[in-house]
């Protein structure tokens, strides 16, 4: 299956708390689960980006954690701030995919509140 | 920063004519991408491209769509006659840099050409 399934599908959180929205896949050969943000009229850019041999990376505010037995991931934002509010892929390649197509969720429209 | 450029920017077109959406790669990179957005959807793959070839497709990819690197730069897509069904944001996305397999991974993506089809 070459499904990412992304949960919620909007999420309204408000400033200093934790966005969470997760991803879950079937597909053991991905190995390979990048988060892309993506703001209106722009393209999507890298946020962060996970290997299954961890269980957790973290850069600032931003967490990915995995769990490689249940083959879900997610993305955790804390402190949010109005800033971050943007739309959010998760997304996964393929072990054997060289050219590094990538698999994308249907995305989370996160709002971040004053 | 590098960035992936795309032109135009948006284009409006009539059903059934033939349309070239550009993209300037990063330089250095050596996969390039075209992935498609409908307003409101997932992004979803299109094409890869590598060593001057198609190197996988999906199935949205069909016999009305091509890709060309004219040139050192340019990283063209072309969709022969457009349907309603095309309307869509088109991003080109570009990645790898000298070779490194985790170069692959890191997907740049330019700011995207908005395809309406009329």
């Known amino acids: 299956q070459q499904q990412v399934k992304q949960s919620p599908q909007s999420l309204i959180v408000q400033k200093g708390g934790i966005s969470i929205i997760n991803c879950a896949y079937e597909n053991t050969a991905f190995d390979y689960f990048p988060w892309y943000q993506q703001f209106p009229g722009k393209g999507p850019a890298l946020l962060i980006a996970i290997r299954p041999d961890v269980s957790e990376k973290k850069e600032g505010r931003f967490t990915i954690s995995f769990n490689k037995s249940a083959k879900q991931f997610s993305l955790h934002i804390m402190d949010s701030q109005p800033g971050d509010s943007a739309t959010y892929f998760c997304a996964a390649r393929g072990r054997y995919n060289q050219g590094g197509k990538l698999i994308f969720g249907q995305g989370t429209e996160l709002s971040v509140k004053p | 920063e590098p960035e992936v450029t795309q032109t135009p920017s948006h284009q409006v077109t009539q059903m059934g004519q033939e349309v070239i959406l550009r993209c300037v790669p990063i330089?250095?990179?050596?996969?390039f991408y075209w992935y498609r957005q409908i307003l409101g959807q997932k992004v979803e793959f299109l094409v890869s491209f590598y060593n001057n070839e198609i190197s996988e497709k999906s199935e949205i990819f069909d016999d009305q769509f091509s890709v060309e690197r004219p040139d050192g730069s340019n990283f063209t897509l072309k969709i022969r006659s457009t349907k309603l069904e095309d309307s869509a944001m088109y991003f080109c996305a570009s990645s790898g840099g000298t070779g490194a397999l985790s170069g692959a991974n890191v997907l740049t993506f330019g700011a995207g050409s908005r395809l309406t089809v009329l």
């Open positions: 330089s250095n990179h050596l996969y």
